[in-house]
């Protein structure tokens, strides 16, 4: 680099901020293969390293540290990765993520078979981020486990979301008919305090079923039980 006294200085930019670097003092210039000449000037990083730039690189903003902010944003991007991106197990995604992106296109994706189940129905995905979808079900504590919303007509959120065996994503989408004594004697073991979830369970029904039952949502007019006549199917309206 040529001595900082020749007449190719022109630009005094001592004491200017470019991103975390301050020009310090002129550092000469350099010729390139070109013929071109580039100055450079000496500058001091906020973490205090003290580093010499090309003039075009500082006003240009494509340098902007020592080198130091570039390995921030790039430790930063693979925190987010990691994060955002199931955690990805030796370079595997996660169930949990792919539990997550599935959901979500269940939702969100028109030209999916499933859509019409989903989307098309006004099911919406409600989570914002995976971390946040994460911490709501936590990791998945069995490989046969599958995502299931509690309320097979709500939404993908807070509140009702669970990992779930076959057998539950089973009742949740089976139409089970009862009849009117069964919906009687819903009430009446409801009234005795037993378990809402306990009784979608034995009745092979869900649990939004059941809280119907108990509001009178359903069955509202249910007509009282005759010796003369037997129990007659019911179906849900």
Known sequence: MADSNISHKKLDITGQRYGR???????????????KKRSWWKCQCDCGRIVDVCLLQLRSGRTQSCGCLKSEVTAELNRT????HGASRRGQITP??????EAKRRCTSPHRQDYENYGARNIQFKFES??????????????????????NN????CGNIVWADRSRQCRNRRVTKLT??????????????????TLAKAFNVSLKLICNIANRKVWVN???LTSSSGPSPVTPP
Not at 96 to 101: I, M, V
Not at 187 to 193: A, P, V
């Open 222 to 224: 249910l007509p009282p």
């Open 154 to 157: 709500g939404n993908y959120e």
């Open 21 to 35: 670097l301050v020009a310090i003092e002129y550092a000469g210039y350099f010729e390139q293969r070109s013929g």
């Open 180 to 197: 009117a004594d069964d919906v009687r004697t819903i009430r009446r073991l409801i009234g005795m305090g037993i378990r809402r979830d």
């Open 130 to 151: 995976f971390e946040q979808f994460l911490q709501e079900i936590g990791p998945k504590p069995d490989p046969l486990l599958t995502l299931e919303r509690v309320d």
């Open 96 to 101: 949990e993520y792919r539990a997550y992106t």
């Open 81 to 84: 990765r990691m994060a955002t």
